[in-house]
């Protein structure tokens, strides 16, 4: 199975700042990369798929990038609504692995 | 709107069998598969595998692979997840989801997500 790993573990930001999230595969699955956003008690929901694609409806302060082993998620000017857990998630092949992910802290 | 709408939490005893549901509508359910997700109390999620709601061609996860089983009815658009015999292990939430795919058919994502199903297994 392909092992996804992110971090950090958890950080914490002001509104305003800008952060990113890094995710690094066990081997290369190209750009089949998504990442999801999801709060306590709420269905996550994704935000970036194919690394770099924004999905409808997502605001653009969000932006993904990467190939290959290595791809990070950046939030540009961070929002309240912002807070909670980020996961990556590989596409390239069943099963499906996800990242542990990480846990964004609004100061 | 396309939407999935999973069945209410549940509390069950170690050995009790159990089914959960997931029911889509929005979208013609037989054309995507329908993936589940764990979550345990404090960790990440973890995919347990997919099944072709088309044809019911199941797929697990290897932790998975033995221990729940998957199922679906077209005639009324819901997903299933059961298991035979609970563990206090099995304690966690549990989400289906659709997976989504750009029209070339190249990349795949999970859209949308059910709202979870808690289920605490407890003697």
């Known amino acids: 199975d392909i092992q996804m790993t992110q971090s950090p573990h958890s950080l914490s930001a002001s509104v305003g700042d800008s952060v990113t999230i890094t995710c690094r595969a066990s081997?290369?699955?190209?750009?089949?990369l998504n990442w999801y956003h999801h709060k306590p008690g709420k269905a996550p929901k994704v935000l970036i798929f194919?690394?770099?694609h924004l999905r409808s409806g997502v605001p653009s302060r969000f932006s993904g990038s990467g190939s290959g082993t290595d791809f990070s998620l950046t939030i540009s000017g961070l929002q309240p609504e912002d807070f909670g857990t980020y996961s990556c998630?590989?596409?390239?092949?069943?099963?499906?692995?996800f990242g542990q992910g990480t846990k964004l802290e609004i100061k | 709107e396309v939407q999935l709408v999973q069945s209410g939490a549940e509390v069950k005893k170690p050995g009790e069998s159990l089914r959960i549901s997931c029911k889509g509508s929005g979208y013609s359910f037989t054309t995507y598969w329908i993936i589940w997700v764990r979550q345990m109390p404090g960790k990440g999620l973890e995919y347990m595998g997919r099944?072709?709601?088309?044809?019911?061609?199941?797929n697990y996860s290897p932790p998975f692979q033995g221990h729940v089983t998957f199922s679906t009815d077209r005639s009324t658009n819901t997903a299933y997840l059961h298991w035979n015999s609970l563990k206090a292990s099995d304690s966690a939430m549990y989400y289906c989801a659709r997976r989504d795919e750009h029209p070339d058919g190249d990349a795949t994502w999970f859209d949308p997500w059910g709202q979870g199903t808690l289920v605490t297994v407890s003697s």
């Open positions: 998630q590989q596409s390239y092949t069943t099963p499906y692995t």
């Open positions: 194919a690394a770099s």
């Open positions: 099944i072709d709601p088309s044809g019911s061609e199941s």
């Open positions: 081997q290369s699955i190209s750009a089949y």
